[in-house]
């Protein structure tokens, strides 16, 4: 397990990563007000035949009215095209009363806290 954290308050993003030795990875997102499940990502590595360059395919499930889709989708492909693995992300991070803002500032802490695990993950 590699537990990685970014942000601050309210806006403090938990990344709790499952590696299985290059046969996927399972990441769990949190934070807020309130941890729960949102939405689940998964994102397949695939390979674009016409350029030949490294991509996702990524599929989502949503729960009704949850914004946590963003920050799953976001953290599932960033972490799949890194490594090439299949990655799945259940996100839940909720703030009372969010706004634009709030949730803008929970989508760079997501990334910043994806990029943390990839530098302990990939070293």
Do not use: W
């Not at 399972?26 to 807020?32: D, E, K």
């Not at 395919?57 to 890194?82: N, W, Y």
């Amino acid at each position: 397990m590699i537990t990685t954290t970014y942000g601050k308050d309210k806006y403090m993003i938990v990344i709790d990563a499952l590696v299985t030795e290059q046969k996927g990875i399972t990441l769990r997102i949190t934070g807020g007000d309130s941890p729960h499940v949102g939405a689940v990502a998964l994102a397949v590595p695939s390979l674009n035949a016409a350029t030949g360059e490294k991509t996702c395919d990524v599929s989502l499930l949503t729960g009704p009215g949850h914004k946590d889709r963003f920050l799953a989708e976001k953290a599932a492909d960033m972490i799949c095209r890194q490594t090439g693995e299949l990655v799945s992300a259940t996100a839940g991070v909720h703030i009372d009363n969010a706004t634009g803002s709030d949730l803008k500032v929970l989508i760079d802490n997501t990334v910043k806290a994806a990029e943390l695990f990839l530098e302990k993950y990939l070293r």
